[in-house]
């Protein structure tokens, strides 16, 4: 008899840390309710193992929205990959697990999980020990050996997107979306918010609602909307525009075809960003660059209102993600999932 603790369970976090951010968990968020819908599972079928403290807080903020089963660590210094790690996810076994993040793991830690999940899956390491895996899927960390049962590329994007049945009528031309991630540590959205004080023309402007508290102060003399992980893919949809960095928005922002001006925050976003760059579907602009600010407002008025703009980048944008690529990539999940429901554990 199967005696697995839990049918799915996810291993990720959000927080307010450089190359964190809010990416891994919402990423697992819709595998999570792809697979809920698709074999009709419960929400207590389904847990996250999430650190809970100080700036790991985030996680618990955001899956709250939902009704899965939430396992603290509240240890935030536990580090990844290792055996400490792997005894507490031992504890809390499941028929499939998957785990995303950074980083590479290692044998010890393969080992020491291996007989506790059934099938197991992981997105976007960069070890050896991805082989051993059940899949593999690398997205958006590309520089990786082709490893059995992996799989590499923009073609294997799980995008929050997936859910929304895009319509690009509905976009104005005067709502712009800004996201720099889960966790803005340059302060990108409030130098965006300052230099778009400059257009000739009233802008909405959708940000995060965790600005909120933050631009209580009057920084723009444009209206600013606040959005909440909910309504996320709503308000990037509604918009002309989006203002982003190089992580999943960027990837949320071509699939919904939008004109994008990228500004990456770290190297890993960057190599993504100019990948993008060459196919001419996104205007790179560079914080580093010493006349951002000029750069910036330039590439802004040329494409705001340039109708022609964006039927040319829209036909090459199809052609880096659409609904088929994203539907093959969750089927991959899916026959896994569909694998342990006809298996049973030792």
Do not use: W
């Not at 990108?188 to 631009?215: D, G, Q, R, S, V």
Request: charged share 25%; with cysteine.
């Amino acid at each position: 008899m199967n005696s697995f603790k839990n049918k799915v369970l996810f291993r990720c976090d959000a927080a307010n840390i450089p190359e964190i951010g809010t990416g891994h968990l919402y990423r697992c968020l819709t595998i999570a309710l792809l697979l809920k819908k698709k074999y009709n599972l419960k929400y207590h079928d389904i847990a996250f193992v999430v650190k809970s403290k100080n700036e790991f807080e985030k996680s618990l903020t955001i899956l709250k929205a939902y009704k899965f089963k939430i396992i603290k660590i509240k240890n935030n210094a536990l580090r990844s990959n290792t055996t400490d790690e792997a005894k507490y996810l031992v504890k809390n076994s499941a028929n499939l697990l998957i785990i995303d993040r950074l980083g590479k793991t290692n044998m010890k830690f393969f080992e020491k999980i291996k007989n506790s999940f059934n099938k197991k899956i992981i997105i976007d390491d960069s070890s050896q020990i991805r082989k051993y895996f059940d899949l593999s899927l690398n997205p958006l960390i590309h520089n990786v050996s082709k490893l059995k049962n992996s799989f590499i590329g923009f073609n294997y994007l799980i995008l929050p997107t997936f859910f929304f049945n895009k319509n690009n009528k509905m976009s104005k031309k005067n709502n712009i979306f800004i996201f720099f991630g889960g966790h803005d540590y340059k302060n990108f959205t409030a130098k965006i918010i300052k230099i778009l004080n400059y257009t000739p023309f009233k802008l909405n402007i959708f940000i995060h609602k965790f600005f909120k508290k933050e631009f209580k102060r009057k920084i723009s003399k444009n209206n600013l909307i606040f959005f909440d992980g909910k309504n996320y893919t709503k308000s990037l949809n509604a918009a002309n525009i989006a203002i982003t960095a190089g992580g999943i928005s960027l990837f949320d922002s071509i699939y919904l075809n939008k004109k994008i001006i990228c500004i990456p925050q770290y190297k890993k976003q960057e190599i993504n960003a100019k990948k993008a760059s060459i196919r001419k579907v996104i205007n790179l602009v560079k914080i580093t660059n010493v006349n951002f600010e000029k750069n910036f407002y330039k590439t802004f008025y040329k494409i705001y209102g340039n109708n022609k703009y964006q039927k040319n980048i829209n036909k090459l944008q199809k052609k880096i993600i659409d609904s088929k690529k994203l539907e093959e990539t969750m089927k991959l999940i899916f026959n896994l999932y569909e694998e342990t429901q006809n298996q049973f554990s030792f």
